[in-house]
């Protein structure tokens, strides 16, 4: 059943009467119905289309929570053959808010890297609302070390509100952890390429999104703090969220203005929630295409690429 965002209201109550008038016509034949569904279905399409081509950076927002839209599972499980998947970080335990493994993409061996989640109640608490502990970014740092040994590419499907802020996390060094996994992915020698496919709230998402190539889809969203957080922080009033999801650029589109990432992947209409299995193919040729930019190159010429790429961020502002 499609689950609604409170702008999306106009859109709503088109569609709720379109499926009234589809299963009016199920029970009975009329060209009358007929032409009037037709009518409505293109009313809504436009709706829709009108809508999404002109959303502010708090419905983006919105969006890129969404809890229909396709998560780091459902990417892996579209685009990767033969997923094993790796757990532990040989050090403390295992952390299901992230998901590390190997597989084959597209006919290349690679190493997947990425935030879960969880998509109903019990998946969520199974994946701690996709907020990494510590021993999940030194997981990450083992499979990235795992792949520099033997050449594979990294791939990084980042969504995540933020890293864990809870005290046991902090006391089994939670900013460290961090901070090694962004070191990991910064002097990785094979290419990596991070895709924002919902929220990537700050250090929790730069942990495994220090790459080559970072791509977002349109609807997401890439921040320092949480919108909610900033406000909190900025007027001490987390109720001004709007207000810090405008003034702080946080869309894809004002990243790459910025230099931050590199290319934005677009969704379908009314977002990739609408079209999963589409919205998937897309990030994987986006990704396709980012990582055969390598090709042929060592590993210092790909460690090169990515240091220069990140020095260079803020010199043209």
């Known amino acids: ?146 792949a520099d040994r033997f050449g594979l590419p990294v791939l990084s499907f980042v969504d995540t509100a933020g890293a864990f802020p809870g005290v046991e996390a902090e006391e089994r060094g939670q900013a460290e952890a961090i901070a090694r996994a962004t070191e990991a992915a910064l002097v990785l020698g094979t290419p990596n390429v991070a895709t924002v496919i919902g929220e990537g709230g700050s250090g929790g998402a730069l942990g495994i999104a220090a790459c080559n190539v970072v791509l977002m889809l349109e609807n997401s969203i890439y921040t320092v703090a949480s919108p909610e957080a900033s406000a909190s922080i900025l007027w001490r009033d987390s109720s001004r969220a709007q207000d810090a999801a405008t003034n702080m650029k946080i869309t894809a589109q004002d990243l790459l203005k910025f230099g931050i990432i590199d290319g934005i992947v677009a969704e379908p209409v009314g977002g990739a929630h609408r079209e999963p299995e589409a919205a998937i193919r897309a990030v994987g040729d986006a990704m396709e295409a980012a990582i055969r930019r390598f090709d042929g190159l060592s590993g210092r010429a790909v460690r090169a690429a990515r240091e220069e790429k990140f020095l260079a961020m803020g010199r043209k502002l």
């Open 1 to 146: 059943m499609a689950s609604y965002l409170d702008f999306e209201k106009p859109v709503a109550e088109l569609e709720a009467r379109i499926e009234e008038l589809r299963a009016l016509l199920e029970r009975e034949e009329s060209p009358a119905i007929g032409e009037e569904l037709t009518r409505l279905r293109a009313k809504a399409a436009k709706a829709l289309s009108d809508l999404y081509a002109s959303l502010n950076p708090w419905q983006k927002t919105q969006v890129a929570r969404h809890p229909q839209r396709p998560h780091c599972v459902d990417y892996i499980a579209g685009l990767i053959e033969d997923f094993t998947l790796l757990a532990g970080d040989r050090k403390f335990g295992e952390d299901e808010a992230i998901i590390c493994g190997l597989g084959r993409f597209r006919g290349e061996s690679v190493a997947v890297l990425g935030q879960e989640k969880g998509s109903d109640t019990a998946s969520r608490l199974q994946h701690n609302f996709g907020m990494v502990k510590p021993e999940g970014y030194r997981k990450a740092v083992r499979i990235m070390e795992l």
